[in-house]
């Protein structure tokens, strides 16, 4: 809101009054003056104020005129004079921030050289199609890389397009300064699309990485359109650079770029091993397309003649035939010599990338045998896969794959819900990226899925180490996500149903696990879930198969969760399905039954737990009058009180004589075991979800008969009471609830035992008379030692004392 000012006419100079154009004088009256010309015009105000938005309001007080004006904006400002800057940078500070914060591992500095190197064969490739000359007398492209562990150097060199004098300078001298991207840039130009599809480098910065491990780099080049060769050095902490002419005849080269690193102290020893040189080209440069080569140590077994070392006696016998003759036969020239292999080591030059990218290949020219081979020494197993899928998309992101599904489940149990488990290796342009994902590109369930990304186009940061998230990962990960679920089901479908077997016992929690986590793709995980059932305790079932199955008459898909199968078969809840002939599914598997929670329904059919209460089973039998046992239950209710929610005549049972099942909202019994094993399993929750417990009961068995007269008889017989709670913690065990008090119930059960085992057998008549026998016992043994002769006694003391 614009600022109010107040002015009065008799007190405040006429040019002292604020920047008007006009004002109103008069009371309601909405006359205007201009003062444009009257006022403006003798106040000497600058016609350069602005004449608008200014309102004058004169009240007539004591005599005076009193004028207000809103000020409602200011002059007009006069422009300034604007220059330009261009942005200016520490030199010595960006290399240092390059070197040592762009990187988060020193090794990828062969990486970066070698794609540089990569890029320069590429270039040279595609000029020569037009100028053949380039090539001149050398048409072999390749990279070398030479560790020297005495003089602690690494070198690198290419025999590809080479750079002049001014490429020097405007490729290295200049940060961030691309070649490739120049020269991708002249191609799009010039309309060659499709030619660079090789080309790496992007950023500038790659070379650069050198100083991670390297005191100072020489870089020694020669371009086939110069005829001079130029050497460009540098240190690491230096903010200049150096070219000169090479003028040494040892170091000149047909053609390409020799980089030469000296490594820093505490860098040699481990970056100039030849076998550390090796194992860095393998990992990140393996699928180049051009051979490289490195420096490698060999061993070869050579044949050499020895001559004989003469025995004892020989010796002698030449010494005397010396002495005897000047042309003696036993001449010591004359020796007899034997063969004898030895291992000889020498250096020489060892082919590194030996094994090609087969995901470049159309899938129609690769054989099974190829990709069993290329898994193999890809991902160091032993064991062929069960399963491999190779395809290419097109479209927003074009990326090519090859996936498979291992020939066996990790060993170590802290893999098999790991999402870093390194089983995805992403390339670019067939340069290897990373492996270091947390669920980028694959979700946590499909981690024991391995293979190979390649893309032309991703979004990388500056290292290339880092894959930013944007709306092309996460397309990538949804198509990498279907082609497994395609790859896994063609597996399922296959007539050899012992692969997909094999499969379901490795890697069967991981596809349940998909359930819990990825519900965007129930759809794609509900049709590869296998479970044994009540018809099928040898051989899983698909939920295909058992939908099949299924009556008309049933609406739902019924389900047990267990700790094991021999726990399912011998449940009292399944006694009527399975006298119905139900199919009832068991879970065995602790995982089992929250990932069925979670799918809820398949194929319109839901899933309903046959332990727990509103247990619908679509009886259109006539159902007995039970109304003469709601007594009885709540007879039951009474003695077990807060134990129970309540007592009910039961539908699920025919030969037991109850079952305790959970609140249709709670924890079943097999997941309240869950929950109490847990190693932070929280008490005040387990309280809370264990829900309420229903005990039914069976009115055809005789024991709740025998209840039911008692309830009516004699309601407040003791045996009776004890009765009903040892039926109630036998219900609770065999519903696979676990007792609170476990000696506590062994104490009823003795004591029921007793009640029912006294007296039988004759055990109460073998007693009688094993108490009569000792009574005459010891009756007879008090007579004799009352019955004792004086003069007995009496003798044997005269003789004691004689």
């Not at 305790?537 to 700790?563: C, H, R, W």
């Not at 009756?779 to 009352?786: D, F, H, L, T």
Request: net charge negative; glycine share 4%; hydrophobic share 35%.
């Amino acid at each position: 809101m614009a600022p109010v000012v107040s002015r009065s006419l008799s007190s405040v100079p006429m040019a002292s009054l604020p920047y008007t154009s006009c004002f109103v004088l008069g009371s309601g009256s909405t006359n205007r003056v201009c003062l444009k010309s009257s006022f403006l015009a003798r106040n000497n105000i600058k016609n350069g104020f602005l004449q608008s938005g200014l309102k004058w309001k004169h009240d007539k007080r004591d005599a005076r005129v009193v004028v207000r004006c809103e000020v409602s904006a200011v002059a007009e400002k006069e422009e300034a004079s604007e220059e330009t800057y261009e942005y200016q940078a520490e030199v010595s500070r960006l290399m240092d921030l390059i070197v040592h914060s762009l990187y988060s591992h020193k090794e990828v500095f062969l990486r970066e050289l070698v794609s540089n190197a990569s890029d320069a064969l590429d270039k040279l490739r595609f000029l020569s199609l037009t100028e053949p000359s380039l090539l001149g007398d050398s048409s072999e492209l390749e990279i070398r890389v030479k560790p020297d562990p005495d003089n602690g150097t690494v070198t690198v060199t290419d025999t590809g397009i080479g750079m002049t004098k001014e490429e020097l300078i405007d490729c290295l001298g200049t940060i961030a300064q691309s070649g490739t991207s120049k020269f991708l840039k002249a191609l799009k130009e010039n309309k060659d699309v499709g030619a660079d599809n090789g080309l790496i480098g992007q950023f500038g910065v790659g070379f650069y990485s050198a100083f991670l491990v390297a005191q100072k780099v020489v870089v020694s080049t020669k371009s086939p359109k110069s005829d001079k060769q130029y050497v460009w050095e540098a240190e690491a902490d230096s903010s200049s650079y150096v070219i000169r002419e090479e003028t040494n005849p040892e170091n000149l080269l047909h053609r390409g770029t020799q980089i030469t690193l000296y490594l820093r102290d505490d860098d040699k020893y481990e970056y100039a091993e030849p076998k550390k040189i090796q194992d860095l080209v393998k990992n990140y440069s393996q699928f180049v397309s051009f051979p490289i080569y490195t420096w490698q140590e060999k061993s070869r077994t050579i044949e050499v003649e020895e001559e004989e070392e003469p025995k004892e006696g020989e010796e002698k016998t030449e010494v005397i035939a010396s002495d005897l003759c000047a042309y003696s036969v036993f001449s010591p020239e004359e020796k007899p010599k034997t063969k004898k292999t030895k291992t000889e080591k020498y250096w020489d030059w060892e082919l590194t990338n030996e094994t090609k990218p087969i995901w470049m290949r159309s899938p129609k020219e690769v054989e099974k045998e190829q990709y069993q081979e290329f898994y193999k020494k890809t991902f160091n197993e032993f064991l062929d896969p069960l399963a491999h899928t190779h395809f290419t998309t097109e479209g927003e992101v074009e990326f090519r794959s090859v996936l498979y599904i291992p020939g066996m489940a990790p060993l170590n149990n802290e893999e098999v819900v790991n999402p870093k488990t390194k089983n995805i290796r992403l390339y670019v342009k067939r340069v290897f990226i990373s492996d270091d994902f947390d669920g980028e590109l694959f979700p946590r369930y499909l981690s024991f899925v391995k293979g190979v990304v390649d893309s032309n186009d991703l979004p990388l940061n500056v290292s290339r180490e880092i894959l930013q998230e944007s709306r092309i990962v996460r397309i990538m990960r949804k198509r990498l996500v279907r082609k497994t679920f395609d790859m896994i089901q063609d597996l399922a479908e296959s007539e050899n149903k012992e692969d997909y077997k094999k499969f379901w016992e490795n890697f069967g929690k991981f596809v349940k696990l998909g359930c819990i986590e990825d519900t965007g793709n129930h759809k794609r995980i509900t049709p590869l879930l296998r479970f044994f059932s009540s018809k099928s305790e040898e051989e899983l079932i698909s939920l295909d198969d058992y939908v099949e199955n299924m009556g008309e008459n049933q609406k739902a898909i019924y389900y047990l969760a267990t700790d094991s199968l021999q726990s399912a078969r011998t449940a009292p809840f399944l006694e009527k399905l399975v006298q119905k002939g139900i199919e009832v599914l068991y879970l065995v598997e602790p995982i089992d039954e929250v990932a069925i929670q979670n799918l809820q329904t398949y194929k319109e059919k839901k899933f309903v737990d046959i332990s727990k209460e509103d247990l619908e089973l679509d009886d259109e039998d006539e159902v007995k009058d039970k109304q003469e046992y709601n007594l009885l239950c709540d007879w039951i209710k009474q003695q077990l009180g807060d134990k129970v929610a309540k007592v009910q005549v039961s539908k699920r049972l025919s030969s037991s004589p109850c079952v305790l099942v959970s609140g249709k909202f709670g924890w079943s019994a097999n997941m309240e075991r869950l929950m109490k094993a847990q190693t932070l399993g929280d008490t005040s929750t387990l309280e809370f979800m264990r829900g309420r417990r229903i005990l039914e009961v069976n009115t055809d068995h005789p024991i709740i008969k025998d209840l039911n007269a008692a309830c009516k008889n004699s309601p407040d017989s003791s045996d009776a009471k004890r009765a009903v709670e040892l039926l109630y913690d036998t219900a609770l065990i065999s519903s696979g609830f676990t007792p609170d008090s476990p000696a506590e119930l062994g104490n009823k059960i003795y004591e029921m035992m007793a009640m029912a085992l006294g007296g039988r057998w004759g055990r109460f008549e073998e007693d009688d008379t094993e108490a009569s026998t000792e009574s005459d016992e010891s009756s007879a043994e008090v007579s004799e030692a009352q019955v004792v002769e004086p003069s007995e006694v009496r003798t044997e003391s005269n003789d004691y004392w004689e």
